[in-house]
């Protein structure tokens, strides 16, 4: 291999008018943003250069109406994502081969990824029933997310009847998509707990069996063995109550977890954008799309964690 | 709950657009690719197997041809003992046969010998006798019985011992 010259691939002068570009980008970013005119007042540049202060909107904005229903824009860009996944996957299951070309390879590693964790989480049998739930909250979460990301998505701006709005908004920052995900997830976990366990599942929520059985005990004669019978029973129902708290809670917990991470990446770039427009962004753009992965790996495998606790017994009764 | 833009009628959507994702991801790509992921899987293990059983039959076919090899080896030497030994057999029965021909050849030949010997003695004897006979008669000139004469003459011939058999 011939050594190369230059720095960064290119020969030097490139290299430093690069260097130099950057340089000046960067200078006019943070004078022109908000750190420029705080710190400096009005250089009287260019109007177009200056980003005004973000009003970030918890609620998302509805565009139109169909029949009585809203439609907002967080819906539509929720349709968006709909047809990107289902195109992707749609061109490249229409002919696979057993020996599969680089796009198949691509939807296969993805698939066969989530299979594997399924599959490690569940084991064998659990892991392919689980797949399909599992698989369309982790996709479903990631492709928000990362379309959310693609530069200028948040920039087209319509007039609705309520004023203007964003005709795109990532869906993963509007509270009812996290809610209605955390809503699915929690009725697939009962169902399967209900479906392998039948009614013993709901033993673990009403732990009755001690406090029975130590009061038979106490008609029966036993005084002492029956009361701290009937005590730890107690304890056991206790126990359930928190269990079934901690059940409904995770609706909760899915819900914010998902709704916090990325309603507040969303502001922390707009604030970036409004501090310094250029440059300043990029690497929050990194840590935005590792945050996207996260979030959908955390949720879908919390979802499939907790799936898996429910179709297992939970504890072995003595 | 307004604050944060909680909607029935949104929630409700977003649920169904998951559970629409979820059919048509079902449909176009867990169903597929699940059941190429196993098809192959079965493929790869089928020519492992395939792989393993051939590696194992080929074991098998060395061994046996080794075994092949090494009988006919045994069998060729033990060939060639045998034919070894049949042909010394055959040797040494030329050579007992050649020496007993020999023999009897020379022993015919003595007796033809021995024959010839006294055929000869005996002609000898009768042409001697005829002829003496002759001579006698020619010298006392008178005839005698020609069996009186032979006998005397044999009887000379005998006591002579000159032309005696054996």
Not at chain 1, 24 to 42: E, K, T, W
Not at chain 1, 204 to 233: A, E, H, P, Q
């Amino acid at each position: 291999m011939a050594k190369k010259k230059g720095c960064l691939g290119c020969s030097f002068p490139v290299a430093i008018v690069v260097v130099l570009v950057i340089l000046a980008i960067g200078v006019v970013s943070l004078l022109s943003g908000a750190f420029g005119s705080s710190l400096f007042g009005d250089l009287g540049l260019p109007e177009w250069l200056s980003v005004s202060v973000p009003h970030p909107e918890l609620p998302a904005a509805t565009i139109f109406h169909i029949g009585s229903i809203p439609i907002t824009n967080t819906m539509i860009t929720a349709w968006i994502t709909i047809i990107v996944l289902v195109a992707f996957f749609y061109f490249g299951t229409r002919n696979m081969k057993l020996i599969p070309g680089r796009y198949q390879m691509i939807i296969e590693s993805v698939i066969g990824y989530i299979l594997g964790l399924c599959q490690d989480i569940a084991g064998e049998k659990y892991g392919r029933k689980f797949f399909a739930i599992v698989a369309t909250i982790f996709l479903f979460v990631i492709t928000n997310a990362w379309i959310s990301l693609i530069p200028g998505i948040g920039s087209i701006i319509v007039h609705t009847a309520e004023g203007e709005a964003e005709l795109f908004r990532g869906v993963n920052t509007d509270i009812n998509f996290p809610l209605a995900l955390a809503l699915v997830s929690f009725v697939f976990v009962e169902y399967w707990g209900i479906k392998t366990l039948g009614i013993k599942y709901f033993t673990k929520f009403l732990n009755t069996r001690k406090l029975t059985s130590s009061i038979c005990k106490l008609f029966k004669g036993d005084i002492k063995g029956g009361l701290s019978g009937i005590f730890y029973g107690i304890i056991d129902i206790f126990i359930g109550l928190i269990e079934l708290l901690s059940e409904l809670m995770r609706i909760i917990s899915f819900t914010f977890r998902l709704f916090g991470n990325m309603t507040g990446g969303e502001i922390l770039m707009l604030m970036m954008v409004f501090l310094a427009p250029f440059l300043l962004a990029i690497p929050f753009y990194g840590l935005e799309l590792l945050v996207g992965f996260i979030q959908a790996l955390v949720f879908s495998s919390l979802t499939l964690v907790f799936a898996n606790i429910a179709v297992n017994p939970a504890h072995a009764e003595e | 709950m307004e604050g944060l833009g909680i909607h029935l009628s949104s929630l409700i959507a977003q649920v169904f657009n998951f559970g629409l994702l979820l059919l048509l991801l079902y449909m176009f790509a867990y169903k597929p690719v699940i059941k190429m992921l196993d098809q192959r899987a079965a493929k790869i293990k089928e020519s492992v197997d395939q792989t393993e059983q051939i590696k194992q039959q080929a074991e098998l076919a060395e061994k046996e041809t080794a075994r092949i090899i090494a009988e006919a080896s045994k069998e060729g030497q033990k060939i060639i003992e045998q034919a070894t030994q049949i042909g010394e057999e055959t040797k040494q029965k030329a050579k007992q046969d050649a020496k007993l021909e020999a023999e009897r050849i020379i022993a015919k030949a003595k007796l033809e010998i021995e024959r010839e010997r006294d055929d000869a003695i005996g002609e000898l004897r009768n042409a001697f006798a005829d002829l003496t006979v002759m001579a006698a008669g020619k010298v006392i000139n008178r005839s005698l019985d020609k069996e009186q004469h032979r006998q005397l003459i044999d009887k000379v011939l005998e006591e002579s011992n000159v032309l005696s058999k054996n």
